[in-house]
């Protein structure tokens, strides 16, 4: 009598799996924090937001994958810094409601599971929730044979925090013209804007292999897949001058699409181009696909990864504190009484 079909025939390693919980428990076991309940392995993960010593908290919740940048990431064979963008992309939403990240979990899905791939990836979302403060309670590990091709993957995350309802942002009644505008640096484009990105190097026939046209330090590739950077820890910090109105992370849509969706009905801003400096990166970015300024508002950061505004007389106090963190700040616009985003002097990102 032959022996019948396994799952494992069917292309589903449940070993492989047990493998890759075994190889992570380290990473996730030291991104702990208080409030943690238990461990991974459970059917959920628990959390106590009393024991994270909250007396009022409102709970905030955000999702949000990498996009295109995997595809990058599979084509220089590098997974290690895709896991603190998944982080960063969810843990960024949080802070701009003035939340403290408490928890993240992660969704890896694959066509055949590789166990060095996949720790290699979670190594990076732990690292990413050590920056950000918050603990890796779980998350799921999908191997579906068929639906992807052999060597690809997509990552999801999803992260909870809390804010005591006292202090939730955005504080529009409080927004008004003459308000500063701030804008942290970026570390690059993030994890927005690949697919032109992706056409720009295929267009162009880049070698990913090759040194970076804009930086010769790094290949092509590593420059590109740079991680986002994470502004938790800084901005929790400067939360505590209490003279933050509003954040907005310049995420999918850019500087002018994003900041919007923290002003009040009737207002705007008015940036000034010159006040920072345009990343290498882009300015090749647009030189290389003939990409409008417009066009690089609407799409990239543009070397501002977080806005924010505060009242005009404590710019250079929010700015000075920032700065002691380890972050670079300009003093990038003021709010206006005419809705949406203005930027003065874009034809200087011309090449």
Request: glycine share 14%; net charge negative; hydrophobic share 45%.
């Amino acid at each position: 009598m032959t022996a019948g079909l396994t799952y494992r025939d069917a292309g589903v390693d449940v070993d492989a799996g047990a493998e890759l919980v075994d190889r992570i428990g380290g990473d996730a076991k030291a991104t702990n924090r208080p409030g943690v309940v238990g461990g991974l392995g459970g059917f959920g993960g628990l959390f106590d937001p009393k024991a994270a010593g909250y007396e009022d908290p409102l709970l905030v919740a955000a999702t949000d994958g990498v996009g295109t940048k995997l595809t990058l990431a599979g084509q220089v064979g590098r997974h290690d810094t895709v896991g603190q963008d998944l982080v960063a992309m969810c843990v960024n939403d949080l802070v701009v409601q003035g939340a403290e990240p408490l928890f993240f979990l992660d969704y890896f899905a694959t066509g055949k599971l590789s166990v060095d791939q996949a720790a290699e990836v979670v190594r990076g979302i732990a690292d990413g929730c050590k920056l950000a403060g918050c603990a890796l309670i779980g998350g799921e590990t999908a191997e579906m044979p068929g639906l992807y091709r052999p060597g690809e993957y997509d990552l999801a995350g999803f992260c909870v925090g809390a804010v005591e309802r006292e202090r939730l942002l955005p504080r529009i009644e409080s927004i008004q013209p003459g308000d500063a505008v701030l804008g942290m640096a970026s570390s690059g484009p993030h994890s927005n804007g690949y697919s032109l990105i992706r056409r720009i190097v295929d267009d162009g026939k880049h070698d990913l292999a090759a040194s970076a046209p804009f930086d010769a330090g790094q290949t092509l590739g590593e420059a590109l897949l740079t991680p986002t950077r994470i502004y938790v820890r800084p901005l929790l910090s400067a939360l505590r001058l209490d003279q933050i109105k509003a954040l907005a992370h310049i995420t999918g849509g850019g500087l002018t699409e994003n900041i919007p969706r923290v002003m009040p009905e009737g207002m705007g801003v008015r940036l000034d181009a010159a006040a920072w400096t345009l990343p290498p990166v882009f300015r090749w970015l647009a030189a290389e696909g003939g990409v409008a300024p417009a066009e690089m508002a609407r799409t990239f950061n543009c070397g501002i990864g977080m806005v924010l505004i505060v009242p005009a007389a404590e710019a250079d106090k929010v700015k000075a504190l920032l700065t002691y963190k380890n972050e670079t700040v300009w003093q990038i616009g003021e709010v206006t009484a005419e809705e949406g985003v203005e930027i003065e002097g874009l034809d200087a990102w011309r090449s």
